[in-house]
């Protein structure tokens, strides 16, 4: 069965642009989560769908913003990107809200 | 409000010895325990986790992490690590009310040295 996929690998921006990270959850998973992890630290928690519905955010400005489809795959957007923006994004599924989070490889973005 | 903190940023071993990652956390509830392992390049991967019962559990690959309330500790070791655990190993906490957030520590840098 295939994993978290998580695309693209890597991207580079400019300050200003705009972004958009994607992420297919394990099928069968309806929870989706987001975490960004700068280099040298670890992963801070974004974003959580569950249902197509937020069900939880992190401390983060409101430039963040995520949707999940009904086929549970998830998209997050960075607005008017800032270089503390460059970090590895991370996205996870679960079953459920509760449940064990699965991992991806994640999206290195690099912000100019 | 809750806090992971692992105070070895990085912990050079050779092959074969005996290895511990330290981990403390905070927290005025009851909570949930994690540790991961990200390999370059990777995502994370559930090494082993608390939720409740035994104080001492056991993971993939031979890792262990043994549960100290009244310290409020985490700690992952393995009796014997091979070069393939080189790695970046992350303690995380998730509170036991409402969202299932995980709160990650800063990550400690396991190097197996032949």
């Known amino acids: 069965d295939a994993g978290v996929t998580q695309s693209p690998t890597h991207l580079i921006k400019t300050r200003g642009q705009h972004v958009t990270l994607r992420c297919s959850p394990i099928?069968?998973?309806?929870?989706v989560s987001w975490y960004q992890q700068v280099l040298g630290q670890g992963p801070q928690f974004i974003f959580q769908?569950?249902?197509?519905?937020?069900?939880g955010r992190g401390n983060f400005p409101d430039r963040f913003s995520a949707r999940q489809f009904p086929n549970y795959s998830s998209e997050l957007n960075v607005n008017a990107l800032l270089l503390g923006d460059s970090a590895l994004y991370l996205c996870?599924?679960?079953?459920?809200?509760?449940?064990?989070?699965?991992f991806g490889n994640g999206t290195r973005l690099t912000v100019t | 409000a809750q806090s992971v903190t692992q105070l070895d940023s990085q912990v050079p071993v050779f092959e074969e010895a005996p290895v511990e990652l330290r981990c403390n956390y905070s927290s005025s509830v009851s909570v949930y325990l994690f540790w991961y392992v990200q390999y370059p390049n990777q995502g994370l991967q559930l090494l082993l986790k608390?939720?409740?019962?035994?104080?001492l559990v056991k993971g993939i690959n031979g890792f262990e992490a043994e549960f100290n309330k009244s310290q409020t500790s985490f700690h992952l070791r393995k009796p014997s690590v091979h070069i393939s655990d080189t790695a970046e190993y992350f303690c995380a906490v998730i509170m036991d009310t409402g969202r299932r957030a995980l709160t990650f520590g800063s990550g400690t840098r396991l190097q197996v040295q032949p």
């Open positions: 996870a599924s679960s079953a459920g809200p509760n449940s064990p989070l699965h």
């Open positions: 608390y939720l409740s019962g035994s104080t």
């Open positions: 099928s069968g998973h309806k929870s």
């Open positions: 769908y569950y249902e197509k519905e937020e069900r």
